[in-house]
Nanobody, 119 residues
Framework: QVQLVESGGGLVQAGGSLRLSCATSGSIFSFNDMGWYRQAPGKQRELVAGITTGGSTNYADSVKGRFTISRDNARNTVYLQMNSLKPEDTAVYYC?????????????WGQGTQVTVSS
């Protein structure tokens, strides 16, 4: 069972930045693509960004140029740097092991981390 622990969320004003972290149980991290997802109230969970084992990245159109996903295989951790935040980025953010080409999530969800962007 993979364990996923997200952190780094908070309340920020529009235009601000946050850096999210996702610590994983280490045995499978290096061998799997990873994704960050978010779910806003009343909406379906959606992929925000994905990163392959080789470091290639994929972003939702809504966050391109503002968010950056990265991974540290030595620390079994994936990050999401979020800049120029907008109120519409408000959501609970989750990470998960991802399956290409659809970047579908493969394991049980963690608790997520709340991001709230005020206007």
């Amino acid at each position: 069972q993979v364990q996923l622990v997200e952190s780094g969320g908070g309340l920020v004003q529009a235009g601000g930045s946050l850096r999210l972290s996702c610590a994983t149980s280490g045995s499978i991290f290096s061998f799997n693509d990873m994704g960050w997802y978010r779910q806003a109230p009343g909406k379906q969970r959606e992929l925000v960004a994905g990163i392959t084992t080789g470091g290639s990245t994929n972003y939702a159109d809504s966050v391109k140029g503002r968010f950056t996903i990265s991974r540290d295989n030595a620390r079994n951790t994936v990050y999401l740097q979020m800049n120029s935040l907008k109120p519409e980025d408000t959501a609970v953010y989750y990470c998960n092991v991802a399956s290409r080409p659809t970047w579908s999530a493969l394991t049980s969800w963690g608790q997520g981390t709340q991001v709230t962007v005020s206007s």
